[in-house]
């Protein structure tokens, strides 16, 4: 049980483009989703964190309108970078928790993006 | 602030050697500590935790952490190393309400045969 999928593992686009990537808890209903950005050989940058039907809370420096998270559903958060960069080449991973105040937190596979 | 530390970016051990991972954390109020372990381009999986009671911890594949609050540390450890061990092992904690996870800087462990 709990398992989180998303999709796609790998994109490719072209700068100037944008590219959404879905966060998908299979077998639970999660009340909350975070996505991280992960740049080669370090650690995870928590960017923003998601609640099924309200706004998402950014962390600092990230910019809100260059990624855009829509949490629609209790299965599902959708991370959409805006107007992509090379510079927003990188590997992002969601996570999702199945009910709030749960400190165990359940991953997906992770989205490599390439902007080129 | 809360704060997670891993000493050393790279351990290296040969297979059937004791593997030692070090994380130290900062913490104002009592922590929920993490390890996970991430293959190349995967997620993140769960190797244990610990929320409260028995502070030595196991987890999956035969590995264990202590924590200890007097020493602020929670090192993971597995007896014997085998070569499917090889992969990036993060530290983290949950601190506060916020129930956000703070990673450590992670630590690439390599098993030499």
């Known amino acids: 049980g709990a398992v989180v999928s998303q999709h796609p593992s790998w994109v490719i686009c072209k700068s100037g483009t944008s590219v959404k990537i879905e966060c998908r808890s299979l077998?639970?209903?999660?009340?909350?989703m975070f996505w991280y950005r992960q740049f080669p050989k370090q650690s995870l940058m928590l960017m923003a964190t998601?609640?099924?039907?309200?706004?998402?809370?950014?962390e600092q420096g990230v910019e809100k309108d260059k990624f855009l998270i829509n949490h629609a559903s209790l299965t599902l958060s959708t991370l959409t970078v805006t107007s992509a960069h090379p510079e927003d080449s990188s590997f992002y991973i969601c996570?999702?928790?199945?009910?709030?105040?749960?400190?165990?937190?359940?991953f997906g596979q992770g989205t490599r993006l390439t902007v080129v | 602030a809360q704060s997670v530390t891993q000493l050393g970016s790279h351990v290296s051990v040969s297979e059937g050697a004791l593997v030692l991972l070090r994380c130290n954390y900062s913490?104002?109020?009592?922590?929920?500590l993490f390890w996970y372990v991430q293959y190349p381009n995967q997620g993140l999986q769960l190797l244990l935790k610990y929320t409260t009671g028995a502070t030595l911890v196991k987890g999956i594949n035969g590995f264990e952490a202590e924590f200890k609050k007097s020493e602020t540390s929670f090192h993971l450890t597995k007896p014997s190393a085998h070569m499917s061990d090889a992969a990036e092992y993060f530290c983290?904690?949950?601190?506060?309400?916020?129930?956000?996870?703070?990673f450590g800087s992670g630590t690439r462990l390599l098993v030499r045969p």
């Open positions: 998601s609640n099924e039907g309200s706004k998402a809370t950014y």
């Open positions: 913490s104002s109020v009592p922590p929920y």
């Open positions: 996570s999702a928790s199945r009910r709030t105040g749960e400190t165990e937190a359940f």
């Open positions: 983290a904690l949950v601190g506060d309400s916020s129930y956000k996870l703070i």
């Open positions: 077998d639970f209903q999660a009340t909350t």
